[in-house]
């Protein structure tokens, strides 16, 4: 049995390791995390509720948040949630589900100062995220400004060898070749002068 037959990484998916990931596995991992900060931002309002009922329970009425301050709450808890889950893990749970890791330029993890700008650029310009349908490397407006990228990468960075968690390659999707065009063509081949001469 070799190294390769023991790796929990699934064999149909073993060809994609390391390889960038496209729009709609992220869409995917990203309506994960947002019904996860949903389920934050409900369990800060119950809080929120339960601090108001023990301070005044006679008095009790149910908070009523502003629609800006809701904003500025929901920014906030997406941007530490972001930043927390890239820097500890390079990945969130969203991304966890879908076999997927935010990594740096060359398959380093991220520093604190960069999963928190990334955050913040995710959070405030959420639609960057569509760049990655025109990338030919698969990478949204935040990756290309912070040279950062997504990959499938399924192994759980957890306990064992820390060489068989180092930080996986960076492979570049296949730029497909347009059939067609003349440097595409092969010239025809010269077999020197033909009987007639």
Do not use: K
Request: with cysteine; charged share 15%; glycine share 12%.
């Amino acid at each position: 049995m070799t190294d390769a037959d023991l790796t929990p990484i699934p064999r149909e998916v073993r060809p994609y390791q390391g390889v960038a990931a496209g729009l709609v596995t992220r869409l995917v991992a990203n309506t994960i995390d947002a019904a996860v900060v949903a389920v934050m931002l409900v369990g800060c309002y119950l809080g929120l509720v339960g601090v108001v009922f023990f301070l005044d329970p006679r008095g009790f009425s149910l908070p009523d948040p502003s629609f800006l301050g809701s904003m500025v709450v929901i920014l906030c808890l997406l941007v530490v949630y972001l930043t927390l889950a890239w820097w500890g893990a390079g990945r969130t749970y969203g991304d966890h589900v879908m076999g997927l890791r935010v990594v740096g330029g060359r398959g380093q993890r991220l520093g604190f100062i960069r999963s928190a700008l990334r955050a913040v650029f995710c959070a405030s310009f959420p639609i960057g995220l569509f760049w990655c349908a025109w990338s030919p490397w698969r990478r949204s407006l935040q990756d290309s400004v912070l040279r950062t990228q997504v990959i499938y990468d399924w192994r759980t960075g957890g306990g064992g060898d820390p060489r068989a968690v180092a930080d996986p390659p960076v492979r570049q999707p296949e730029t497909p070749q347009v059939v067609g065009h003349t440097e595409d063509r092969a010239a025809p081949a010269d077999h020197g002068p033909g009987p007639a001469d």
